[in-house]
């Protein structure tokens, strides 16, 4: 969750990135509307596509996301594992809440306003004149304007805030409103419905001053400071921060169309987002719980499996162990990872972290594509270790607490679970440990290039034990 949070941050700064520096300045009005408003919400979307497309095109990583193993007291794993997030949960309602009571103030103001107003009709809105006022904003299908203000301008600005309904931009407002109670958090949010907002005046603005000369209107702009009612999901005629901004792109000249060959810019920024997402899809929750230490054994293993060591590797080894045999702290939410490591000619590629297996190893009654059969097999390799695994050899020793286990095994050319190591607290789990994966049923072996292939999978397992 946190990573996906982090990517949806990600890919709105990349956005808004390209609005700031290529299309801000543009005179294409409704493209930018269109911009501002479908990029936040594609941010939104991205990290849970994936597409095939991308995966075939690039090496698909070992690391594949299994159940959850849970040996013992389950319930008690699924206690730690909830709690982490309950607090996360709590702040974001907490937040949410709060977003949600301010905009109810806001609309509590606006009925106010309401209330002592008088209502006129003017063509498809209504009109609610505000006694002893300056005020001048739209809202939905109401325009709310000041008595105060002068008959001359009035004119000027009911044609403007007329394009601001016309135009429905109270919708998209409301849009970013409800992100702002959702996404409370994310800044970002705010700085899309700021330009947003900016953008809904120059758009009013040129269609405004298209019916008259502009020197009369730019004199509306300047004669007077008016007040602001500052609710953000209303159009506001008068802002002090905005009259230069939008005097500025009222003398602008209208962009060249060439110049709409910039949208294109965000062409290869969405493909490179889709082909990221694509990557991080299969081993997304691997990234985020992978376990330092599971890396450390996993090397320790493949050191004391090579036999003749070097000076440098002997140190190496005797480093991990010492690592390795320190107090643990690890138990990041009991996710399984495995990794695949295709051998060929006896070889494992180890050192390798990106490699295509074309078929997977498949589990008994396994059928579908390699995606369906990884998963299938994980699901029956997960299950087959729940039933198998003697947890009375936890009350035997006198363990209590969580022990970690992490088990290396191979599925051979034959399709057998062979060259099984494991590493435990106790000898007694690794033994167990071993023992139950040597038990598993025959498979079809992988395939590369249409031959039979050793893959090798490594497979950590929390065995929890009720004090």
């Known amino acids: 969750m946190i990573q996906t949070?982090?990517?949806?941050?990600?890919?709105?700064?990349?956005?808004?990135?390209?609005?700031?520096?290529?299309?801000?300045?543009?005179?294409?009005?409704?493209?930018?509307?269109?911009?501002?408003?479908?990029?936040?919400?594609?941010?939104?979307?991205?990290?849970?596509?994936?597409?095939?497309?991308?995966?075939?095109?690039?090496?698909?990583?070992?690391?594949?996301q299994l159940p959850t193993v849970f040996i013992g007291d389950v319930s008690t794993v699924q206690q730690t594992e909830s709690s982490v997030w309950s607090l996360p949960m709590v702040l974001w309602l907490v937040g949410s809440g709060i977003a949600l009571l301010l905009m109810c103030i806001?609309?509590?103001?606006?009925?106010?306003?309401?209330?002592?107003?008088?209502?006129?009709?003017?063509?498809?809105?209504?009109?609610?004149?505000?006694?002893?006022?300056?005020?001048?904003?739209?809202?939905?299908?109401?325009?709310?304007?000041?008595?105060?203000?002068?008959e001359p301008k009035r004119k000027s600005i009911l044609d403007h805030e007329l394009v601001h309904v016309k135009e429905k931009h109270f919708i998209d407002l409301f849009l970013f409103e409800i992100l702002r109670i959702v996404l409370w958090f994310n800044p970002l949010v705010y700085l899309f419905?700021?330009?947003?907002?900016?953008?809904?005046?120059?758009?009013?603005?040129?269609?405004?001053?298209?019916?008259?000369?502009?020197?009369?209107?730019y004199q509306d702009l300047l004669t007077e400071v008016f007040q602001t009612q500052n609710l953000s999901f209303t159009n506001t005629f008068f802002n002090q921060s905005l009259i230069k901004k939008r005097i500025i792109m009222l003398h602008?000249?209208?962009?060249?169309?060439?110049?709409?060959l910039k949208y294109l810019l965000t062409?290869?920024?969405?493909?490179?987002?889709?082909?990221?997402?694509?990557?991080?899809?299969?081993?997304?929750?691997v990234q985020e719980d992978t376990s330092v230490e599971n890396k450390i054994v996993e090397l320790e293993m493949s050191l004391e499996d090579k036999g003749s060591l070097t000076k440098e590797e002997q140190v190496l080894l005797t480093n991990l162990k010492a690592i390795t045999n320190k107090e643990d702290t690890y138990l990041k939410n009991g996710n399984v990872e495995v990794i695949e490591v295709v051998e060929t000619d006896g070889l494992a590629t180890t050192d390798v972290p990106f490699t295509i297996v074309e078929r997977v190893p498949t589990f008994q009654g396994c059928t579908g594509t390699n995606t369906e059969l990884k998963t299938c097999m994980s699901n029956k390799?997960?299950?087959?270790?729940?039933?198998?695994?003697?947890?009375?050899?936890?009350?035997?020793?006198?363990?209590?607490?969580?022990?970690k286990i992490y088990v290396a095994f191979k599925i051979d050319k034959t399709g057998e679970a062979t060259d099984i190591k494991a590493r435990a607290p106790h000898p007694?789990?690794?033994?167990?440990?071993?023992?139950?994966i040597s038990k598993l049923p025959k498979m079809s072996p992988g395939l590369q290039r249409g031959k039979p292939v050793n893959v090798l999978y490594s497979l950590p397992i929390i065995f929890q034990i009720a004090e």
Not at 193 to 217: C, M, P, W
Request: glycine content about 2%; hydrophobic content about 45%.
């Open 428 to 436: 007694e789990l690794s033994e167990e440990a071993t023992r139950v």
């Open 193 to 217: 419905q700021k330009q947003l907002r900016v953008l809904h005046e120059y758009i009013a603005d040129t269609k405004v001053a298209a019916r008259q000369t502009n020197s009369n209107y």
């Open 5 to 64: 949070i982090i990517e949806i941050l990600v890919f709105q700064i990349l956005f808004l990135a390209v609005y700031e520096l290529f299309l801000k300045n543009e005179t294409f009005f409704n493209a930018n509307r269109i911009y501002l408003l479908v990029t936040p919400i594609l941010s939104l979307v991205l990290p849970f596509i994936s597409l095939d497309v991308f995966k075939t095109e690039i090496t698909t990583p070992f690391f594949q």
């Open 267 to 285: 062409i290869p920024l969405v493909c490179g987002i889709l082909f990221y997402t694509s990557c991080q899809s299969d081993n997304s929750v």
């Open 106 to 150: 806001k609309l509590i103001q606006l009925y106010k306003l309401k209330e002592k107003a008088t209502q006129e009709k003017l063509e498809q809105c209504k009109i609610y004149i505000i006694p002893q006022s300056t005020l001048a904003f739209s809202f939905f299908n109401t325009i709310y304007i000041g008595k105060d203000i002068s």
């Open 381 to 403: 390799v997960s299950l087959f270790v729940q039933e198998n695994f003697d947890v009375k050899l936890a009350k035997r020793l006198g363990l209590s607490g969580t022990q």
């Open 252 to 260: 602008k000249n209208r962009s060249k169309s060439m110049f709409k």
